[in-house]
Nanobody, 124 residues
């Protein structure tokens, strides 16, 4: 079993930056594909970014490409999401997720473990 705990959310003005962290418990973190999703009020959960276990492959949603960067530190069991040039439409609850087997996908049901989420609010 893996537990994921997100942190780093908050209120920021448009154009600002935030860095989200997701701390994982368990010894198998380094073998998992890690991902960030987000969910705005009244909308479905959507894919944001993913990173392979060995950091070789990253994947981004078109809406965040060039602004967000996903990274991980397997020694610290932590995955990060650096968010720059934030826009009001980035406002959502951001969730960290882990996938035990296989390459990164953009589909929430493919992921095995989820954090509780952290709120990001971008004011205009």
């Amino acid at each position: 079993q893996v537990q994921l705990v997100e942190s780093g959310g908050g209120l920021v003005q448009a154009g600002g930056s935030l860095r989200l962290s997701c701390a994982a418990s368990g010894r198998t973190f380094s073998s998992y594909t890690m991902c960030w999703f987000r969910q705005a009020p009244g909308k479905e959960r959507e894919f944001v970014a993913a990173i392979s276990w060995n950091v070789v492959r990253t994947l981004y949603a078109d809406s965040v490409k060039g602004r967000f960067t996903i990274s991980r530190d397997n020694a610290k069991n932590t995955v990060y999401l650096q968010m720059n040039s934030l826009k009001p439409e980035d406002t959502a609850v951001y969730y960290c997720a882990a996938k035990k087997i296989g390459i990164a996908t953009t589909i929430p049901p493919d992921y095995d473990y989820w954090g509780q989420g952290t709120q990001v609010t971008v004011s205009s």
